[in-house]
Each structure stands twice: as C-alpha cells, then as structure tokens.
C-alpha cells in the first residue's frame, strides 16, 4: 500500500504533527489500526509521567545490615533471611575472593 504523510493535531497541546508515510508503514506492520493522538514531544511526556522516565518504575530499595562488616547499606531486593546480604564494598571482596579460589 502506498502511504501519504498526514497532518494530524496533537490531543494534549493542540499543535499539528506529521504522520509520515514511513511511521504509516510501519504502523500497519506492526498491526497498529489507530493513528497516533498525540505529537512526539507529548507522547515522550506522557511516558515520563508514566514511568518514572526511565522505562521502569523506580526500584523499592530495603535497609539492611551488612552480614561482614556491619554497616547499614540499601540492597534492591527484600531480604528472606536465610542468606547473608553485604554492602556494595563487602559484596565486591565476595565476588574478588570467589574468583580467585577458581
């Protein structure tokens, strides 16, 4: 099918965008049936609102208290208790001395 770029206007800010030919294609490769609503820079803002910006939403971070050296430390994970959980700098020296007893 042949596309044509289409002048669509923007949802949220009201502006005119171009719906090129090749985002067109694309679209109906990818099954898309709708056209876009909203123009890139909202569409970006949108996501960011969304999703922290980052794609993801942001990690829950727990407080622990490293099993070597005793300090308090932030790990992206709920400890179970049944395993030591270290601090950055205490779990580097695990992962160095694992290797070299290779």
């Given at each position: 099918?042949?596309?044509?770029?289409?002048?669509?206007?923007?949802?949220?800010?009201?502006?005119?965008?171009?719906?090129?030919?090749?985002?067109?294609?694309?679209?109906?490769?990818?099954?898309?049936?709708?056209?876009?609503?909203?123009?890139?820079?909202?569409?970006?803002?949108?996501?960011n609102?969304?999703?922290?910006?980052?794609?993801?939403?942001?990690?829950?971070?727990?407080?622990?208290?490293?099993?070597?050296?005793?300090?308090?430390?932030?790990?992206?994970?709920?400890?179970r208790?049944?395993?030591?959980?270290?601090?950055?700098?205490?779990?580097?020296?695990?992962?160095?001395?694992?290797?070299?007893?290779?």
């Amino acid at each position: 099918m042949n596309y044509e770029d289409k002048t669509l206007t923007c949802l949220d800010c009201g502006q005119p965008f171009t719906f090129s030919a090749d985002d067109q294609s694309y679209h109906a490769l990818k099954g898309f049936t709708n056209e876009p609503n909203r123009c890139e820079s909202c569409r970006q803002a949108r996501r960011n609102e969304r999703d922290g910006g980052f794609g993801q939403s942001p990690r829950e971070m727990h407080t622990v208290v490293c099993a070597e050296c005793g300090k308090d430390a932030t790990v992206p994970f709920q400890p179970r208790g049944d395993r030591p959980v270290y601090c950055s700098d205490c779990f580097s020296k695990q992962k160095t001395s694992a290797r070299s007893s290779w």
